[in-house]
């Protein structure tokens, strides 16, 4: 990596050089346009100055240019340097024959392989720096994990100075840690003593906390939320199912892909055919001018006018607007990109993008947003022994129920916890008070405290039951899927019943449905169970033969690599570190704004705004990015197609017409003109389209909107 940005630094240099050398060719050019009196102002239009500058800028930035495009011609595999370096070495030499033989009567253009050169190197610097961000080296992963791990000592006996900080990597298989909590888990274990929840959502995408006891596995970077842990090390310090991402990630990144741009892909035909037409023209008139143009033409040199036509053949189809054609259109769709929140790396990606035919989506923050959130809350009807001869009735209404549950949680650091003191506030009914001393919490089972003199239990229905529900209910509780029921006591009655769940986003289906109508194969990858998994796909669009659950980070880095065996070009959309080796290996890594850094840094693009129907303004950009780029390389082409005859003297017989070098030059500078205007056409085209795919977009909302006052439903239980 380090390596890629010093040679991004040394293009910068060449780059800084050569634009200044036009600038200085420029000043010079406008002194004498505005007949600058000053003899010192006259030496910067003089002709051999010119020559040192166009001489300066061939042996200096565009030195490597020239001798690669030299040596793949040799190699009989030219390519865009091979043109480059034809197109100036010719302007150069039809020059100096201008400069030392006057009576040729040509007119030099030293400036044409400066200008050359500055702009070949601006597109190559520009194709450079989007290489390095769409490469990660990975590093801000590996920093995830703590760089101490606190060791037990005296055999494993927990006494006071029992415990010593080691680096993690020292730890070896068999040591003993403790883990206090909200600490990241240092190495890959097996739990020895304690319980907690644990927050593995970046490995397995199950956006709640699983519950850790002892004999349960534990990994590297996963947080230990509300227990103490005592670990047993399985694997060495250094040797973490971290670690074996990163290197799953840096193995796909390492593959090379021979992505071309499309000006290369034809740049060995097109050279290979300037040649011939070059050499044949100097062939033709060098021995049929005589017998076809009177000696008044030719100036009595049949060799001069056939070596002026010949050069002019090669300056004309110098590759300025060839060059141009994709890095201009390219930096015009990435610019787009940024100010529409689309971060887009690089001009290879738009291409590969714009011919995906394949979307696999990660399930937890990508399909949904994420984290839990209260769906629904149940009432039941309760009948409560108020004596041993008189029953009543009792109800909680929701917002009772969920002020009284957030009290309790509002002491709490779990992620569920949180989901229903968030759904207190939105219904403003948080204002519940804890009695001091009263909370009690065990990790994985639930929370009780006193609130206005009533015990208050919240969590599961073992943990309620032991703080005195003595009833059962009658009718089985609705098991929703992708949902978790957590139960809510008040002394010995059961008040209700609170749903969580991770939240669908909302704009998925239409983005799903609008893939599917371009014949686009959509897939859904997930760590979560499998009904889960499945429920998401439905209410998304998703058929069940294409849903994959339970699958671990190689396994979708897998799963990716076999679709691509079968010619599909693949887009991975995911947010999460266990995405981070697929989104590698995939064609096109896409990764949501509000996912992990590390999905982000190996991703293609990146949905700056976390909304997930920025994926189709993303495909929209790449297919018109694309489509400009071959709209300017058939006018750069069509160009060539007139001009070069032209240029040859195919008119000259005819009404005396023949391109100088010179004119060659200012034609080619006005193709490139017209490549850069089509370019900048493309933010009218696609702000237009933008318009036409959110006309039919469901009102977004980020946020879902809470509903409980009207879901107040009935359980019946009884004594």
């Given at each position: 990596?380090?390596?890629k940005r010093?040679?991004?630094?040394?293009?910068?240099?060449?780059?800084?050089?050569?634009?200044?050398?036009?600038?200085?060719?420029?000043?010079?050019h406008?002194?004498?346009?505005?007949?600058?009196?000053?003899?010192?102002?006259?030496?910067?239009?003089?002709?051999?100055?010119?020559?040192?500058?166009?001489?300066?800028?061939?042996?200096?930035?565009?030195?490597?240019?020239?001798?690669?495009?030299?040596?793949s011609?040799?190699?009989?595999?030219?390519n865009?340097?091979?043109?480059?370096?034809?197109?100036?070495?010719?302007?150069?030499?039809?020059?100096?024959?201008?400069?030392f033989?006057?009576?040729?009567?040509?007119k030099a253009?030293?400036?044409?392989?400066?200008?050359?050169?500055?702009?070949?190197?601006?597109?190559?610097?520009?194709?450079?720096?989007?290489?390095?961000?769409?490469?990660?080296?990975?590093?801000?992963?590996?920093s995830?994990?703590?760089?101490k791990?606190?060791?037990?000592v005296?055999?494993?006996?927990?006494?006071?100075g029992?415990i010593?900080?080691?680096?993690?990597?020292?730890?070896?298989v068999?040591?003993?840690?403790?883990?206090?909590?909200?600490?990241?888990?240092?190495?890959?274990?097996v739990?020895?003593?304690g319980?907690s929840?644990?927050?593995?959502?970046?490995?397995?995408?199950?956006?709640?906390?699983?519950?850790?006891?002892?004999?349960?596995?534990?990994?590297?970077?996963?947080i230990?939320i509300?227990?103490?842990?005592?670990?047993?090390?399985?694997?060495?310090?250094?040797?973490?199912?971290?670690?074996?991402?990163?290197?799953l990630?840096?193995?796909?990144?390492?593959?090379?892909?021979?992505?071309?741009?499309?000006?290369?892909?034809?740049?060995?035909?097109f050279?290979?055919?300037?040649?011939?037409v070059?050499?044949?023209?100097?062939?033709?008139?060098?021995?049929?001018?005589?017998?076809?143009?009177?000696?008044?033409?030719?100036?009595g040199?049949?060799?001069?006018?056939?070596?002026?036509l010949?050069?002019?053949?090669?300056?004309?189809?110098?590759?300025?607007?060839?060059?141009?054609?994709?890095?201009?259109?390219?930096?015009?769709?990435?610019?787009?990109?940024?100010?529409?929140?689309?971060?887009?790396?690089?001009?290879?990606?738009?291409?590969?993008?714009?011919?995906?035919?394949?979307?696999?989506f990660?399930?937890?923050?990508?399909l949904?947003?994420?984290r839990?959130?209260?769906?629904?809350?149940?009432?039941?009807?309760?009948?409560?022994?108020?004596?041993?001869?008189?029953?009543?009735?009792?109800?909680?209404?929701?917002?009772?129920?969920?002020?009284?549950?957030?009290?309790v949680e509002?002491?709490?650091?779990?992620?569920?916890?949180?989901?229903?003191v968030?759904?207190?506030?939105?219904?403003?009914?948080?204002?519940?008070?804890?009695?001091?001393?009263?909370?009690?919490?065990e990790?994985?089972?639930?929370?009780?405290?006193?609130?206005?003199?009533?015990?208050?239990?919240?969590?599961?229905?073992?943990?309620?039951?032991?703080?005195?529900i003595?009833?059962?209910?009658?009718?089985?509780?609705?098991?929703?899927?992708?949902?978790?029921?957590?139960?809510?006591?008040?002394?010995?009655t059961?008040?209700?019943?609170?749903?969580?769940?991770?939240?669908?986003?909302?704009d998925?289906?239409?983005v799903?449905?609008?893939?599917?109508?371009?014949?686009?194969?959509?897939?859904?990858?997930?760590?979560?169970k499998r009904?889960?998994?499945?429920?998401?796909?439905?209410?998304?669009?998703?058929?069940?033969?294409?849903?994959l659950?339970?699958?671990?980070?190689?396994e979708?880095k897998?799963?990716?690599?076999?679709?691509?065996?079968?010619q599909?070009?693949?887009?991975?959309?995911?947010?999460?570190?266990?995405?981070?080796?697929?989104?590698?290996?995939s064609?096109?890594?896409?990764?949501?704004?509000?996912?992990?850094?590390?999905?982000?840094?190996?991703?293609?693009?990146?949905?700056?705004?976390?909304?997930?129907?920025?994926?189709?303004?993303?495909?929209?950009?790449?297919?018109?990015?694309?489509?400009?780029?071959?709209?300017?390389?058939?006018?750069?082409?069509?160009?060539?197609?007139?001009?070069?005859?032209i240029?040859?003297?195919?008119?000259?017989?005819?009404?005396?017409?023949?391109l100088?070098?010179?004119?060659?030059?200012a034609?080619?500078?006005?193709?490139?003109?017209?490549?850069?205007?089509?370019?900048?056409?493309?933010?009218?085209k696609?702000?237009?389209?933008?318009?036409?795919?959110?006309a039919?977009?469901p009102?977004?909302?980020?946020?879902?909107?809470?509903?409980?006052?009207?879901?107040?439903q009935?359980?019946?239980?009884?004594?």
């Open positions: 990596m380090e390596e010093k040679q991004l630094r040394e293009s910068g240099c060449e780059l800084a050089v050569s634009w200044a050398l036009c600038a200085v060719c420029l000043v010079g406008l002194s004498h346009f505005f007949a600058a009196k000053a003899p010192w102002i006259h030496a910067f239009h003089s002709t051999g100055f010119h020559m040192s500058l166009s001489l300066f800028t061939l042996l200096g930035p565009g030195r490597q240019l020239i001798l690669d495009g030299l040596k011609l040799l190699k009989r595999a030219p865009m340097n091979t043109l480059v370096a034809l197109g100036a070495l010719s302007s150069f030499t039809v020059s100096s024959f201008a400069a033989l006057p009576k040729l009567g040509w253009f030293f400036e044409e392989p400066i200008m050359l050169i500055a702009f070949v190197l601006l597109g190559r610097n520009l194709e450079q720096r989007a290489k390095i961000k769409a490469t990660s080296d990975m590093t801000g992963l590996l995830m994990l703590p760089s791990a606190r060791l037990l005296n055999n494993g006996v927990t006494e006071v029992s010593v900080e080691v680096p993690s990597d020292s730890l070896s068999g040591d003993q840690i403790i883990v206090l909590p909200g600490d990241r888990i240092p190495a890959d274990g739990v020895r003593a319980r929840t644990v927050d593995e959502s970046s490995f397995t995408g199950e956006p709640l906390p699983v519950t850790k006891l002892p004999g349960s596995e534990v990994a590297a970077g996963s230990n509300n227990g103490t842990l005592t670990l047993e090390v399985r694997r060495p310090g250094g040797e973490t199912a971290m670690g074996d991402i990163v290197r990630v840096e193995e796909a990144q390492s593959r090379e892909t021979p992505v071309q741009r499309l000006a290369d892909k034809v740049a060995g035909h050279t290979y055919g300037v040649m011939a070059s050499f044949t023209t100097f062939t033709f008139w060098s021995l049929f001018g005589t017998h076809i143009l009177p000696a008044s033409l030719y100036q040199s049949a060799v001069s006018l056939a070596l002026q010949a050069c002019s053949v090669l300056v004309i189809a110098c590759p300025c607007a060839l060059g141009l054609a994709t890095p201009t259109a390219v930096l015009v769709g990435t610019s787009l990109g940024a100010t529409r929140g689309l971060l887009l790396r690089g001009g290879n990606i738009l291409e590969k993008f714009a011919m995906v035919n394949t979307v696999v990660d399930k937890t923050g990508t949904t947003i994420g839990p959130v209260v769906t629904m809350v149940v009432s039941p009807t309760c009948r409560q022994n108020a004596t041993s001869s008189q029953i009543e009735e009792t109800t909680w209404s929701d917002v009772e129920i969920l002020r009284l549950a957030a009290a509002s002491n709490s650091v779990h992620p569920v916890g949180k989901a229903i968030d759904a207190a506030q939105e219904l403003n009914c948080h204002n519940g008070k804890v009695a001091d001393g009263s909370f009690l919490e990790p994985g089972s639930g929370a009780v405290a006193t609130i206005d003199n009533k015990q208050v239990s919240v969590g599961t229905w073992e943990w309620i039951t032991r703080h005195g003595k009833s059962s209910i009658q009718e089985e509780v609705e098991e929703c899927k992708n949902q978790s029921v957590v139960y809510v006591g008040v002394n010995d059961l008040a209700g019943l609170i749903y969580i769940q991770d939240e669908i986003r909302e998925a289906r239409h799903i449905d609008t893939l599917s109508k371009q014949n686009i194969d959509v897939y859904m990858l997930s760590g979560d009904n889960a998994a499945e429920y998401v796909a439905s209410r998304v669009g998703i058929p069940k033969e294409r849903v659950s339970g699958v671990k980070p190689d979708k897998n799963f990716i690599n076999e679709l691509q065996k079968d599909n070009i693949v887009a991975m959309v995911g947010d999460g570190i266990n995405d981070a080796a697929a989104l590698a290996s064609h096109i890594g896409i990764a949501l704004g509000g996912g992990v850094g590390a999905a982000s840094e190996v991703s293609s693009i990146v949905l700056m705004r976390n909304q997930l129907s920025q994926l189709l303004d993303a495909l929209e950009l790449s297919r018109l990015t694309m489509n400009t780029v071959k709209q300017n390389l058939w006018w750069a082409f069509i160009y060539n197609i007139v001009g070069i005859p240029a040859a003297g195919v008119l000259f017989p005819v009404n005396g017409t023949m100088t070098p010179s004119i060659a030059g034609l080619m500078g006005l193709s490139s003109i017209g490549v850069m205007s089509n370019s900048l056409l493309l933010r009218f696609f702000s237009s389209k933008q318009k036409q795919i959110h039919t977009f009102n977004i909302k980020i946020k879902p909107d809470s509903d409980l006052p009207h879901q107040n009935k359980i019946k239980y009884s004594s």
